[in-house]
C-alpha cells in the first residue's frame, strides 16, 4: 500500500498541539509560534504492524512521532531485515526532505497504536525561513543522529554480541535509574537485527549475562542490571 493510500486509510487526529509542543526542534518557541506550527501540521493514526511508508515511496514530509513507537529498517538484497533504528515520541523521521524531494531508503512501521503528525517540505521551508532556531535544533538533532550511527558502525566491526549486548542494556538504563531495572522497547526478533545476530543468540547471551550474577531476568521484555560496571566492561 502507497504511503498516501495508507494516510487516507487512516485519517487525521483531531489535534496537534500535543505533537508540536513535545517536539525538541519546536518547543523552544513561544505560544504564537507554536500555534503558527499548529495550522501547518496534519495528523495521522496507525495500527501495530501498518507502515507509515516503505522504501521507494516518496520523502516529501516531516514525519514525527506522537504517541507509540516506530521502528525504522531496511532491507538486503538478499530480504534481510536490518533493524535501523526505534522512533519514540517526540522523535522525527524523513529529515531528507528538508533539502530535496527524494525517495525512502527504509521502512517505517507502527510497533503499537502510533499517532503521528508530518509537516510538508513547503510548509517547513517556510517555518525555517521564518524561524532560525529550528534549522538549529533539526541540525542538533542529525548531529546526535550521525553520532549515534557512527558509534553503532564502531560497535559492529569491534565489538563481540555479548558487548554490544551489555552496551545496549547499559544505554537503556540511562541515568537517574535508581531501581536499575531496563524495559526492551522491541522484539528480540528486532533485538537481534539490531545488534546484528539471531534472536537465539540474544536468549543465549541474557542468560549467560545472568548466569554471571550481571543481569536478573524479572519478565521477557523487564530486566535489572545487577553489575552495571563489569557489564560495561565484558
Known amino acids: 500500500m502507497s504511503n498516501e493510500n495508507q494516510l487516507k486509510k487512516n485519517g487525521c487526529s483531531p489535534s496537534h498541539q500535543g505533537c508540536v509542543s513535545m517536539v525538541p526542534i519546536f518547543n523552544h518557541l513561544d505560544e ?22 516503505r522504501a521507494g515511496d516518496t520523502s516529501n514530509v516531516l514525519t514525527i512521532v506522537n504517541k507509540g513507537s516506530l521502528r525504522i529498517y531496511r532491507l538486503s ?31 517505517a512501521e507502527a510497533m503499537e497504536e502510533t499517532s503521528v503528525c508530518q509537516i510538508t517540505r513547503e510548509s517547513l521551508e517556510k517555518l525555517l525561513i521564518k524561524y532560525p532556531s529550528i ?38 538504563l540511562g541515568e537517574g535509574n535508581e531501581s536499575m531495572i531496563v524495559t526492551l522497547p522491541m522484539t528480540k526478533k528486532d533485538l537481534a537485527s539490531y545488534i546484528g545476530t539471531t534472536p537465539e543468540t540474544v536468549s543465549r547471551k541474557l542468560k549467560e549475562l545472568e548466569d554471571m550474577k550481571l543481569i536478573k531476568r524479572i519478565s521477557s521484555s523487564r530486566i535489572k542490571i545487577l553489575d552495571e560496571d563489569n557489564l560495561l566492561f565484558l
Open 32 to 53: 504564537v509560534q507554536m500555534e503558527e506550527i499548529m495550522q501547518t501540521v496534519q495528523s495521522y493514526s496507525f495500527k501495530k504492524g501498518e507502515l507509515i511508508y
Open 77 to 107: 538484497e538478499s530480504g534481510k531485515e536490518q533493524l535501523v533504528r526505534v522512533l519514540k515520541p517526540g522523535a522525527f523521521t524523513g529529515e531528507l526532505a528538508l533539502f530535496n524531494e527524494t525517495v525512502h531508503e527504509n521502512y
Open 135 to 172: 534549522s538549529l535544533k533539526i541540525l542538533q538533532a542529525l548531529s546526535t543522529r550521525v553520532d549515534e550511527s557512527e558509534h553503532q558502525a564502531t560497535q559492529f566491526s569491534t565489538e563481540s554480541t555479548e558487548q554490544r549486548l551489555a552496551s545496549y542494556l547499559v544505554d537503556l
